[in-house]
Structures are given as structure tokens and as C-alpha cells.
């Protein structure tokens, strides 16, 4: 499981070193896709076959689900992890997130979250400041 938050910064290769304490759980490949809320999502690769599987069975004459499965498998790209913890982010995959020097990699479960730092900040202060409501809508459906 992947928990936390960590400030990392892209080196002059345009290349990110994803946590070390992530590294073993991640495996030598993962996939980086468009996430929700600006941010990229990283699942290993075991991971993300389970939730492509999941993505092509939703029926395509939905409007939603076809953009929906666009956005995450079309947006998809898989990296190789090198010997020193280093995955290289696609340029649109940069673009998409506002992803610039500093970022934010966030643990989120069973994935992994590429924010830019701003971003980060930003979304977070936010959702802070909605705890209680938020705790409160989890508890009424039993989540919380």
C-alpha cells in the first residue's frame, strides 16, 4: 500500500526519482496515465492490467464511459524503472498535470499520484478546510 507524501524534483533529463520506499512494490515497469484533478496517476504494472481490464468492460455506448476510458488509456504510457529509481514523464502526459520542476508525489493506496506542487498545495489547502464534511459523507454510507 502505498501511503504519504513526498516533494521531488525533475532532474535536467526530465526524469523523476519516485520514492525509494515505493521502488520494491512498484516493480521494475509502471504505468503512468492521466489521473483526476490535474494530477498523473502510477500504478504498477500488475496493478493497472486489472483496472484496463475493468475500464474495457464498460459499455461503449455510454458518452461517458468512452471518455473516460480515453482519457485513461489513451493517456496511458508505460516506464521503465531505471537503477536508480528514475521513471521518464512524457512531455503530454507534463503538460496535462502543469508539471514543472518541483512536484509532489502522493501515495494514494493502491496507486501512486504525480501532482505539481502548486497544484498540490493548492488542492490540499482546499480539502482541509472540508474535513468535517467530508468524514461526515463517508460515515453516511458507512466508509468512515
Sequence with gaps: MFIGEYIHTLDPKKRLALPAR???ELGGKVVITRGLDQC???YALAAWEEIAQKLNTLPVGQAANRSFVRLMLAG????DIDQLGRVLLPDYLKRYAAIGQKVIIVGVGSRLEIW???KWEAYRSE???HTDELAER???IGAF
Design 22 to 24: 515505493f521502488r520494491k
Design 40 to 42: 498523473l496517476f502510477v
Design 127 to 129: 480539502i482541509e478546510q
Design 138 to 140: 463517508l460515515g453516511e
Design 76 to 79: 496511458a504510457s508505460e516506464a
Design 116 to 118: 505539481a506542487q502548486e
